[in-house]
Structures are given as C-alpha cells and as structure tokens.
C-alpha cells in the first residue's frame, strides 16, 4: 500500500469554508498506535483536535492504492473520528471513484461516523481500454475481484474495521459477490439503483445482511430487484424511494438513499 500526496483542493472534491476543522489527517506510513482519542487506519493516523463551537467536522478524503497483483487500483479514503465500520464503493459501469453520486453519499457516511473507501474498479490501463471497448464494465466476476481485493487490503490494516459494501448499477452485482467470497468480514451491503440479478448464483450463498434501494419511477429495475430479493436468503430489504428515476438525481432522493444506507450499516456493523 502506498499513500499519494495531493493538493487540499485535489483531496476534498468540494470548497470549504472551515478554518478549524475538528479533526486533523496526517499521514503516518506504519503508524499503529491510538493517542489522544485519534485513529490509525492504513498506515494513516487520524488526529482529534480541540473541539469548536464555531466548527463542523470535516474529514479530507486521502488518497490511497491497492495492489492487485497485476498492477493498483486506486481509492479515497475518509476516516472520521471512532468510526464504526468502513463502507466500500464499488461503482456502476463506465463510472469510477470520482462519482458525484457516490462521493456525496460518501461525505453522508462520514458524518454519520462511517469510514469510506471510495475505489477504482479499474487500473488506468484498463480504463483505457474499457473507454474503447466497454469489455471490462459488464464483467461482474471480474469487478468483483477488485472489490475482493479491497476487502483483503482493508482487512489487513492494523486496526480492522467492519467491513460494509455500497454498490451502484453493476457495482451492487459485484459488491454482492464480493461479499458471497468473503462471508467471515462483510457485515452488511447495500445497493443504490443496482443491477444484483447479475449477481447470478451467487446470491443464494450471500450471508450479510442486503439492503436493496431502487427509485420509485425506475420500473424495470424494480421488477430486477424483486427478482434478486427472492433469490437471497440472508436478511434482506426492499426500499423504494418515491418519485426517484434511476440515478436518483430529484431534490431529496439522494439524501433518503444516504439516510437508508447509513441506518443499514450502523444497524449491521
């Protein structure tokens, strides 16, 4: 694992106003050991400053890359303060890490003290290729190695959280046979206007809980859901959110899929 350094402006993906954030990212390569309230994730040490009353939390998501054997994936993680678990992203097809979707249902979590990993399926080489021949996007049990990979990456730091999986579109397909391969560490999924009928014959060994969100006016993808939601035995859910098409782009729609994932994984963490 190596940490990549990058600009304020490059990490946050947002403008803020904060000039005394309550908690502080400094990189620490190895650094193991709690201090003073802080927490030590991926060789980075999460430090608790001073509280404000004229502040808010503000969490800068660190860049970070995961070998996998062929060459890195890379990933944004945002580590708030005593989180309870760590959600990984697993994107839709022909998306990435730098999903606006993603990303602002990613800053949600990190509020709700949730740590976030938020990754490239794909290397840049095979984001090249993909951009051409759209061979890799609809591979699910290749995109779900990668998630694979993250579990593993993610469950070998020092201080291992409970692991969730949040996956868009194809995303949720391979976040759920991610999970099915890696049953003893993944506590619960959750998935946004996702395809988990392509999932296949994995949902019927997926033991963490499943959430399923599909929006409201996103007919056939309900009909989807219905159909992966009876092939699951584990404990499962439903949620439609009214009035949503399926990138849940209408005022509101986004927050509720935010809020139903959050309570999901707190609930399951």
């Not at 290397?123 to 579990?151: G, K, N, Y």
């Amino acid at each position: 694992m190596s940490v990549a350094s990058a600009s304020c402006g490059q990490l946050c993906g947002v403008e803020s106003s904060i000039s005394l954030p309550i908690f502080q990212l400094e990189a620490r390569l190895g650094a193991v050991t709690v201090a003073g309230g802080g927490v030590s994730f991926a060789g980075l040490h999460l430090m608790a400053a001073q509280p404000s009353t004229s502040a808010v939390a503000h969490v800068l998501p660190w860049p970070v890359t995961i070998d996998i054997g062929s060459g890195e994936i890379a990933g944004d993680l945002a580590l708030p303060a005593s989180p309870a678990g760590l959600v990984i992203f697993a994107h839709g097809s022909g998306s990435s890490r730098h999903s606006s979707r993603n990303r602002a249902v990613a800053q949600s979590m990190v509020r709700a003290k949730l740590a976030t990993l938020v990754l490239d399926l794909l290397t840049e080489a095979e984001e090249r290729i993909d951009a051409v021949t759209a061979e890799l996007r609809f591979d699910i049990p290749f995109l779900a190695q990668r998630v694979v990979s993250a579990i593993d990456w993610s469950s070998r730091q020092p201080r291992a959280l409970p692991i969730g999986l949040f996956g868009a579109s194809t995303g949720a397909a391979a976040a759920l046979m991610a999970a099915a391969d890696r049953p003893a560490v993944t506590r619960a999924v959750v998935s946004r206007g996702g395809r988990p009928d392509l999932a296949g014959d994995a949902l019927r060994v997926v033991t963490a809980p499943t959430l399923l969100i599909v929006g409201g006016l996103d007919t056939q993808v309900i009909d989807l859901n219905h159909d992966a939601l009876g092939r699951l035995t584990c404990a499962r859910q439903l949620e439609i959110v009214p009035g949503a098409t399926h990138l849940f782009e209408e005022p509101g729609t986004l927050e509720q899929v935010s809020d139903l994932a959050i309570a999901w994984f707190h609930e399951h963490f």
